[in-house]
């Protein structure tokens, strides 16, 4: 398939919740880069938001893609758990999730852009519609090119949090782009996951699918499925639900363990058939350690300068509080997350020896 994309194409990947959200800040602070953040991760998990690279989109139909709202999200504006890194609802437009519907592209990736999400969106309407058909992977090459021609950059780099599970899509669409894993201490990770809205709306919608008995191929779960399930899961799915099923459900910390476990062992098998040349990593931890050198090298590997204005502006939004917050759990609690943790741990330590 023929190239669209002129300038270096790199995507962050991890599992979330690894420090990447603030990457993608730092990156939008270089004005060498592109930062193009949770494009992937506003689209969301369903199969048909992620069609093979290969298939043939006209102009139009891509657009609708991109912008049909993300119906998870919505529910969770509405039922007031959000997750933080929804920049939409902080200075609302005219779309909402509670009428309209917030398209995706406005969720996350063009308020990271400009204070004017509405009048971006306007604009690339018209203009992304009128394209020819050609293959999705090509449609957003050109997406990636008409906002680099539009904001700058020389160098386009994608963020999506959780999208360590996406590499081989990533690869087979993008078959020239670099990689690079972000991730963080694995009980540190994990906490945080515990924390966060979207990965206990995930935990709680995989218990929901396991007690309906609802396979893997099913997308989504059926009136008839949700007949089976108890109180406490069924209205996760009401179109407004009780914060408190979500938040304050008694899942233990060791079971996001269990998760950052199977996404880093999974996401590492991936990125070993990534050519070596192609991929690199970057430890949250020694990010904090050493910003500058860590920085340098990220720069040099997606194709841009590490200038002296961006280190010192980069070094400045680092956030060094959130760091051990694991230790401060219960000693029992403690003890049980680092043994769920403890196959991603070996996993990526395996991984990092052999790099």
Known sequence: MDHISTRPLTFVVGTGRSGSTALSHVLNLHPGILSVNELFTSLGAEPHRHPLPGRVLAGADFWQLITRPNEDFDRMIRSGTPSPEFLYPRRPGRFSAETTGIPALCMMVLPHLTDDPDALFDELAPRV???PGRPVARQYEALFELLADRFGGGAVVERSGGSLSWVPWIREAFPEARFVHMFRDGPDCALSMSRHPGFRMILRTMDARSASGAGPLVPRLTDQHLKTLPPDLAGLFAERFDPALLMAA???????GEMWSRLISRGLTALSWVPEGSRTTLSYEELLDAPRSELTRLAEFVGVEPTEEWLTAAEATLDHSRRGSALCLPPDELSAL??????GAEALRAALAGA
């Open 250 to 256: 008694p899942v233990p910390v060791a079971r996001f």
């Open 129 to 131: 519609s009128a394209w």
């Open 338 to 343: 680092r043994k769920s943790c403890a196959p």
